[in-house]
């Protein structure tokens, strides 16, 4: 729902009612992962997609419909071979796609979701999918250390949140905290699900985390191109460079922020602050061996999603020698990608930031970084796997 927010907000602030059609589980070859979603407000407008192409004409009427009856529903879409008209995921795919209709007024769970995301704060958005229909689309906006609306079964009667919110409050911030998003169930009670366990309440998390970040070392002309990749991936870019007279605002329009400093103590500051994180991205572009060991020596020994340093072979031959200098272990060492980036045969500014972008895509899914045309099994790595149905 991140890239669709601001027009939700927007929305709401216009007094418009609207539906939302989420994807909330995925089976084999999918266009779009969980959390992909489709909005379409009450005069018809729409904003977000769920397939593609595949199967958006069929969700906006369920939206639709959301909307004219007031009641949430839950969606299976696969391959028809029966039906050649029917809507369906032509990649052979099952998607699950839960639609939620949101009325003008409040909503302190959307309010809360929506707010967040606007001020770039961690949220997760809990929506009961499946359960009892007293439940279902029952949502819950879930901060660090709150959280807004309410199940409708309501308090105990000790007037405390009842077993079953409190129970998925935790569930939903252990996902948050792990930046996740996913499906998890209950039993109506708020115990955990067993075999023998008649009746589930199945609850759909969309994490919603500050985007990560991606770290350019090295204020040349390929920053800038690999800036400008970065904010398209929805990465927040700085670019860090000791040379004032290079390090501009003006040189490098497409980065969030430009540090002039010392590579390695502002990589330092960073870590101290806890603003580093598994999804931040590290590449280092200068190749120059007073900043660049200083600063690998120091970014190897930390937990960050991805170290890339750019130079010749020879370069990073030597680069290799000197940080085993340093005393980084091997395991550490092998951690970095060096020379930078995929080989695309890229000479220019652009095609090295693509053939960067593509190593950290890669890395972040898997990939096999090899050709499709002649490969087999699914295009599209499952990212999460369904909790809440099984795939006939």
Same mark, same amino acid.
């Given at each position: 729902?991140?890239?669709? *927010?601001?027009?939700?907000?927007?929305?709401?602030?216009?007094?418009?009612?609207?539906?939302?059609?989420?994807?909330?589980?995925?089976?084999?070859?999918?266009?779009?992962?969980?959390?992909?979603?489709?909005?379409?407000?009450?005069?018809?407008?729409?904003?977000?997609?769920?397939?593609?192409?595949?199967?958006?004409?069929?969700?906006?009427? !369920?939206?639709?419909?959301?909307?004219?009856?007031?009641?949430?529903?839950?969606?299976?879409?696969?391959?028809?071979?029966?039906?050649? &008209?029917?809507?369906?995921?032509?990649?052979?795919?099952?998607?699950?796609?839960?639609?939620?209709?949101?009325?003008?007024?409040?909503?302190?769970?959307?309010?809360?979701? =929506?707010?967040? $995301?606007?001020?770039?704060?961690?949220? *997760?958005?809990?929506?009961?999918?499946?359960?009892? /229909?007293?439940?279902?689309? /029952? /949502?819950?906006?879930?901060?660090?250390?709150?959280?807004?609306?309410?199940?409708?079964?309501?308090?105990?009667? *000790?007037?405390?949140?009842?077993?079953?919110?409190?129970?998925?409050?935790?569930?939903?911030?252990?996902? !948050?905290? /792990?930046?996740?998003?996913?499906?998890?169930?209950?039993?109506?009670?708020?115990?955990?699900?067993?075999?023998?366990?008649?009746?589930?309440?199945?609850?759909?998390?969309?994490?919603?985390?500050?985007?990560?970040?991606?770290?350019?070392?090295?204020?040349?002309?390929?920053?800038?191109?690999?800036?400008?990749?970065?904010?398209?991936?929805?990465?927040?870019? @700085?670019?860090?460079?000791?040379?004032?007279?290079?390090? @501009?605002?003006?040189?490098?329009?497409?980065?969030?922020?430009?540090?002039?400093?010392?590579?390695?103590?502002?990589?330092?500051?960073?870590?101290?602050?806890?603003?580093?994180?598994?999804? @931040?991205?590290?590449?280092? !572009?200068?190749?120059?061996?007073? &900043?660049? $060991?200083?600063?690998?020596?120091?970014?190897?020994?930390?937990?960050?999603?991805?170290?890339?340093?750019?130079?010749?072979?020879?370069?990073?031959?030597?680069?290799?020698?000197? =940080?085993?200098?340093?005393?980084?272990?091997?395991? #550490? $060492?092998?951690?970095?990608?060096?020379?930078?980036?995929?080989?695309?045969?890229?000479?220019?500014? #652009?095609? @090295?930031?693509?053939?960067? *972008?593509?190593?950290?895509?890669?890395?972040?899914?898997?990939?096999?970084?090899?050709?499709?045309?002649?490969?087999?099994?699914?295009?599209?790595?499952?990212?999460?796997?369904?909790?809440?149905?099984?795939?006939?």
């Amino acid at each position: 729902m991140h890239d669709i *927010a601001q027009q939700l907000h927007a929305w709401r602030a216009a007094g418009r009612g609207f539906a939302v059609a989420t994807v909330v589980a995925v089976s084999g070859s999918a266009p779009r992962p969980p959390g992909a979603a489709l909005a379409v407000s009450t005069d018809g407008q729409t904003v977000g997609s769920v397939s593609g192409g595949c199967v958006e004409a069929a969700v906006y009427e !369920l939206c639709l419909e959301a909307l004219r009856t007031g009641q949430p529903v839950l969606q299976r879409f696969g391959y028809s071979e029966e039906d050649a &008209f029917a809507a369906a995921l032509t990649c052979g795919g099952i998607i699950d796609i839960f639609v939620q209709p949101v009325p003008p007024g409040p909503e302190p769970a959307f309010d809360t979701v =929506l707010d967040s $995301i606007s001020g770039d704060e961690p949220v *997760a958005l809990v929506r009961v999918i499946e359960g009892p /229909a007293s439940l279902l689309g /029952a /949502a819950l906006g879930v901060q660090p250390n709150l959280h807004l609306g309410s199940l409708p079964d309501g308090l105990d009667p *000790a007037g405390q949140r009842s077993a079953l919110e409190l129970a998925a409050v935790t569930q939903a911030r252990a996902l !948050l905290e /792990a930046g996740k998003t996913g499906t998890f169930e209950l039993a109506p009670d708020g115990r955990s699900c067993d075999p023998h366990t008649q009746q589930t309440v199945t609850f759909f998390v969309e994490s919603h985390v500050p985007a990560p970040r991606m770290l350019i070392f090295g204020a040349i002309d390929f920053a800038g191109a690999v800036a400008r990749l970065g904010g398209f991936l929805g990465y927040r870019v @700085t670019i860090c460079d000791a040379r004032e007279v290079f390090a @501009t605002e003006a040189r490098f329009p497409y980065a969030d922020e430009v540090v002039v400093g010392w590579p390695h103590l502002y990589l330092d500051r960073e870590a101290a602050a806890g603003r580093l994180d598994g999804r @931040t991205v590290v590449c280092v !572009l200068t190749h120059d061996p007073k &900043f660049d $060991i200083p600063l690998l020596e120091r970014a190897l020994r930390i937990p960050l999603g991805y170290i890339g340093a750019m130079g010749s072979r020879r370069t990073h031959h030597d680069r290799l020698a000197q =940080l085993c200098e340093a005393g980084l272990t091997e395991s #550490e $060492i092998g951690r970095l990608h060096s020379p930078i980036g995929l080989d695309l045969g890229a000479r220019t500014p #652009e095609e @090295t930031a693509v053939a960067i *972008a593509a190593e950290i895509v890669a890395g972040n899914r898997g990939g096999g970084c090899l050709p499709l045309t002649g490969g087999v099994g699914p295009i599209h790595r499952a990212r999460h796997v369904p909790t809440f149905a099984e795939v006939p």
